[in-house]
């Protein structure tokens, strides 16, 4: 049995400092997941249920990652054997992370397809999201069957998919969204505070979704270097977290609109489309505080035209939902 130390700097310090930014962003997490159930109470079980579901995973994740380093620094610390080898948690932060990243994809992906309607491109984004998933959990049960560092080269094939395919899936989401935004900010021309939101908006949504995205090519260009170190997934210890983050924000970026830019009015003006050719506008009176998510339609303007009558007292809030819909749909 060969007692040479391994390389702790890059089995068990890479994982160690992963779980220092985890815990920084799983707070900031943790703080936007309070203000969403304490302040969006309206929101219906569903979408609740399922931030609820999301969250828990996640933090499902970070426990798994908490567990991998614990076990490899205190448990069985100085077994040279056991530093050889991936532990048991390490398939379990994958599963978790790769189902996290699923959901809030899928939470994207679906609210581009509530905006558009366009199936296409709906479903292709999909195909990537469950590609990304099928080869996480492919990677999984690998590690579990090959644990030890030397057999990595064994996931090679399934960890490149999940990588590649999440990256991809993050990138076209993000830029879906933005050119809808784009879109929508051509038919406001001179509405300068319309096209400030607008603009806030596409900065929000490139942010949001690159971020993940940077962090898997990171994660990927690591792997691909040295496989036989626990860099890379380090690095992707902090990836559910951001992606909770990103979709806890968008929903809660409603009340942050609503606090920084109307000052205390009550005045909200959101807009529906389904193309850039037909487009309606409805103005609404909200009557309760901030965090609530309950208005009242005062009034339907059919025309763009007609939304110059809209006072300059009340900065507008920008929110797209389908032009046939009945009630406003805030997610």
Not at 165 to 181: K, N, Y
Request: proline share 2%; charged share 15%; aromatic share 10%.
């Amino acid at each position: 049995m060969s007692t040479t130390l391994p390389r702790l700097d890059v089995i068990t310090g890479a994982l160690l400092i992963g779980t220092w930014a985890s815990s920084l962003l799983y707070m900031a997490e943790l703080l936007q997941a309070v203000h969403y159930f304490r302040n969006f109470k309206k929101d219906s079980w569903k979408l609740k249920s399922y931030v609820a579901v999301t969250f828990t995973i996640d933090t499902i994740s970070a426990v798994a990652d908490y567990a991998c380093v614990y076990l490899y620094t205190i448990t069985h610390a100085g077994d040279f054997v056991y530093l050889t080898k991936q532990n048991s948690a390490m398939p379990v932060y994958v599963i978790s992370t790769s189902c996290v990243s699923i959901l809030v994809q899928s939470f994207f992906a679906f609210r581009y397809w509530r905006f558009t309607k366009n199936t296409t491109v709906a479903y292709f984004m999909s195909i990537l999201i469950l590609a990304s998933f099928g080869g996480a959990v492919s990677s999984a049960l690998t590690i579990v069957l090959f644990p030890a560092f030397k057999d990595r080269n064994k996931v090679l094939i399934f960890g490149t998919v999940f990588l590649v395919t999440q990256v991809s899936a993050d990138l076209i989401i993000a830029g879906a969204l933005v050119r809808e935004l784009k879109r929508a900010k051509s038919l406001f021309k001179g509405q300068r505070r319309v096209n400030n939101m607008l603009n806030r908006l596409v900065l929000h949504t490139i942010q949001t979704g690159t971020v993940t995205a940077v962090i898997a090519v990171l994660a990927l260009v690591v792997f691909l270097i040295d496989d036989e170190t626990n860099i890379t997934v380090g690095i992707l210890y902090t990836s559910g977290r951001v992606y909770v983050l990103s979709m806890l924000i968008n929903l809660n970026f409603r009340d942050s609109k609503n606090s920084s830019i109307s000052g205390g009015h009550r005045g909200a003006f959101v807009f529906a489309h389904t193309t850039t050719h037909d487009i309606s506008a409805q103005f609404r009176d909200t009557d309760e505080p901030h965090g609530s998510n309950k208005g009242t339609v005062k009034s339907r303007l059919p025309t763009l035209q007609s939304t110059a009558s809209i006072s300059e007292t009340q900065p507008p809030e920008i929110e797209m939902v389908p032009i046939d819909t009945k009630q406003v749909l805030e997610v």
